[in-house]
């Protein structure tokens, strides 16, 4: 079966500082990996995705994503954040040609001025 | 621009009460889904379905059911609620072959009393 982890409940930076979120999958297969970001009261948004090809993958709003199959990991990044991304971070797991994610349970993003 | 709208932001109900949430989406989407989403936990799944009249089991899926009958539409139905049922719920949509590029409404944080 298919599990996501995101190791930090809450991370804070400081604004300008360099980002990274943890995400570490377990899946048999080739993973289909995803970030989604919510900003309060709203739905999920689609960072980015990765498939395959090229491992580092680059979203919108400045983030990318490098997946690891050694590792098992798809971690965020961003090198210098603003304060409008404080929000909370979500990644997912999904099958080659499913219909189904599977998430983690959320990075929250404070961002400190 | 892709639009998945849920009836309400904002809902109380009383234990015991019926309780219908509504996502409608304007893409022709094939899939829809509901999710539960809950501090912690992220979001799970409760139901999905591919075609109109069409549905499957989520990970979560007591204490709920879900009626499609037209392809924009998708409802999520509490038969009896539960104070436990209190949670953000979340629908998403995608297109068949595509199933994990979900695009998410809004929410509808629901309260049970």
């Known amino acids: 079966a298919q599990s996501v982890t995101q190791p930090d409940i809450h991370i804070t930076v400081s604004e300008g500082a360099s980002l990274e979120l943890r995400c570490n999958y377990s899946?048999?297969?080739?993973?289909?990996l995803f970030w989604y970001v919510q900003s309060p009261g709203q739905g999920l948004q689609l960072l980015l995705k990765y498939f395959s090809g090229d491992t580092l993958v680059q979203g919108i709003k400045g983030f990318e994503a490098e997946f690891k199959r050694s590792q098992s990991s798809f971690n965020l990044r961003k090198p210098s954040v603003h304060w409008s991304d404080a929000a909370e971070y979500f990644c997912a797991v999904g099958a080659e040609y499913g219909n189904k994610l599977v998430f983690g349970a959320g990075t929250i993003l404070r961002v400190k001025s | 621009d892709v639009k998945v709208t849920q009836s309400s932001r904002y809902l109380v109900k009383r234990t015991g009460e019926k309780v219908f949430l509504e996502c409608v989406q304007d893409?022709?989407?094939?899939?829809m889904f509901w999710y539960r989403q809950d501090p912690g936990l992220g979001l799970r799944l409760i139901y999905f379905?591919?075609?109109?009249?069409?549905?499957e089991k989520g990970d979560i899926p007591e204490g709920y059911s879900v009626s499609r009958e037209k392809k924009e539409r998708f409802s999520l139905i509490l038969e009896s609620a539960s104070t436990n049922q209190t949670s953000m719920y979340l629908c998403a949509s995608s297109l068949v072959g595509r199933g994990l590029e979900q695009f998410f409404g809004p929410g509808t944080r629901l309260t049970v009393l």
């Open positions: 893409m022709d989407h094939e899939n």
């Open positions: 379905s591919y075609d109109v009249k069409m549905k």
């Open positions: 899946y048999g297969a080739t993973p289909y």
